[in-house]
T-cell receptor, first 115, second 107 residues
Framework: DSGVTQTPKHLITATGQRVTLRCSPR?????VYWYQQSLDQGLQFLIQYYNGEERAKGNILERFSAQQFPDLHSELNLSSLELGDSALYFC??????????????FGPGTRLTVL | KNEVEQSPQNLTAQEGEFITINCSYS?????LHWLQQHPGGGIVSLFM???GKKKHGRLIATINIQEKHSSLHITASHPRDSAVYIC?????????FGKGTLLTVNP
C-alpha cells in the first residue's frame, strides 16, 4: 500500500458525460501528479500540482481539468467524454521536490470505461 | 521516434536466471525512474536515479548519463517478478514513459 488513495476504483459512464476522479496523497506529500494509461498510448503525464498550484502540464486535453485543494487532495474532471477516454487514470504523490525530483508513490488507479 | 526506448518488449525467463532490461533516451534528463506494474494494474516505484547505481534486494539499476542509457537487472529471478517494467525519464518536471517490458518468469 503506497498511502495514496484514489476513488472510485471503477467508473462506467456514457459518451458525453462528465466524471470526477479523486486522489488523496500520502500524508506530508505536497505534489500530486495525474497520469493516463491507455492500451494504445501507454502511460502519459497529464498534470502536476504542488501545494495547490499547477506546476507542470503534459498531454492533458482541454476537456479535462484538475485542481488541488487546501487539504492537498486533488480532483481530475473529465467532461464531454469520448470512447477514447477509456483508460486507467493514476494519481501519484511525492514529497517536496529537489531540483531532480523525488520518488513518486502511485495510487491504485481508477479504471474509466466510456460506453 | 519515442524519447524513451525500452528493450526487449517481451522477455521470458526461467526461475533463477539473471535478467536485464534496457532503457535508452534521446534528450537531457534530470532523473530516470524504474517502475513495476503488476497484472492487477498497480504501479510501484522501484528506483529513481540521476547517476551511478542503486541496489535494492535482488534489483539493481544503473544509469550512464553520457550514453543516455539505463539498465535494470534482476538477480535470481522468481515467478513473482513477473510484471511489466517501465522506464520513465524526468524532463522539466514531467515524466515521459517507455512502453514497458513484459517479463514472465517461469518456475
Amino acid at each position: 500500500d503506497s498511502g495514496v488513495t484514489q476513488t472510485p476504483k471503477h467508473l462506467i459512464t456514457a459518451t458525453g458525460q462528465r466524471v470526477t476522479l479523486r486522489c488523496s496523497p500520502r500524508s506530508g506529500d505536497l505534489s500530486v501528479y495525474w497520469y493516463q494509461q491507455s492500451l494504445d498510448q501507454g502511460l502519459q503525464f497529464l498534470i502536476q500540482y504542488y501545494n495547490g498550484e499547477e506546476r507542470a502540464k503534459g498531454n492533458i486535453l482541454e476537456r479535462f481539468s484538475a485542481q488541488q485543494f487546501p487539504d492537498l487532495h486533488s480532483e481530475l474532471n473529465l467532461s464531454s467524454l469520448e470512447l477514447g477516454d477509456s483508460a486507467l487514470y493514476f494519481c501519484a504523490s511525492s514529497v517536496p521536490g529537489s531540483e531532480f525530483g523525488n520518488e513518486q508513490f502511485f495510487g491504485p488507479g481508477t479504471r474509466l470505461t466510456v460506453l | 521516434k519515442n524519447e524513451v526506448e525500452q528493450s526487449p518488449q517481451n522477455l521470458t525467463a526461467q526461475e533463477g536466471e539473471f535478467i536485464t532490461i534496457n532503457c535508452s533516451y534521446s534528450v537531457g534528463i534530470s532523473a530516470l525512474h524504474w517502475l513495476q506494474q503488476h497484472p492487477g494494474g498497480g504501479i510501484v516505484s522501484l528506483f529513481m536515479l540521476s547517476s551511478g547505481k542503486k541496489k535494492h534486494g535482488r534489483l539493481i539499476a544503473t544509469i550512464n548519463i553520457q550514453e543516455k542509457h539505463s539498465s535494470l537487472h534482476i538477480t535470481a529471478s522468481h515467478p513473482r517478478d513477473s510484471a511489466v517494467y517501465i522506464c520513465a525519464v524526468r524532463i522539466n518536471y514531467k515524466l515521459t514513459f517507455g512502453k514497458g517490458t513484459l517479463l514472465t518468469v517461469n518456475p
